[in-house]
């Protein structure tokens, strides 16, 4: 159960992160450094957002199993590759948006 409530946790951390993407007034950046040069803000914004809503979402999906299975169980790899599929799709989806909202 305290797995649980700690990867909730994260979760609503990257919920967090994606409100303050839709909501900037400036362009978003998605990696540490990064200032995107954008034709649309607010639409890249949106979408910056948007991807880590779902993100935020499937992460919790890959969580839901530490409420079901027993410590230390072989089931947990399931979960590990979960969240890094989901990553590498979330930086697949970012790449498609820099590329569509790139000046």
Do not use: R
Not at 51 to 70: D, H, N, R, S
Not at 87 to 102: D, E, W
């Amino acid at each position: 159960m305290w797995g649980f409530i700690g990867w909730s946790v994260i979760a609503l951390a990257l919920v967090v992160i994606g409100i303050v993407s839709w909501n900037s007034k400036k362009p978003a950046g998605f990696f540490a450094g990064v200032k995107p040069e954008v034709n649309d803000i607010k639409k890249y914004n949106h979408s910056v957002g948007l991807i880590w809503f779902v993100y935020a979402f499937v992460f919790e999906l890959c969580g839901l199993p530490l409420l079901f299975i027993k410590q230390n169980s072989s089931l947990f790899i399931v979960m590990v590759l979960g969240v890094v599929f989901s990553s590498i799709g979330l930086g697949v989806a970012y790449t498609i948006i820099t590329s569509k909202y790139q000046k």
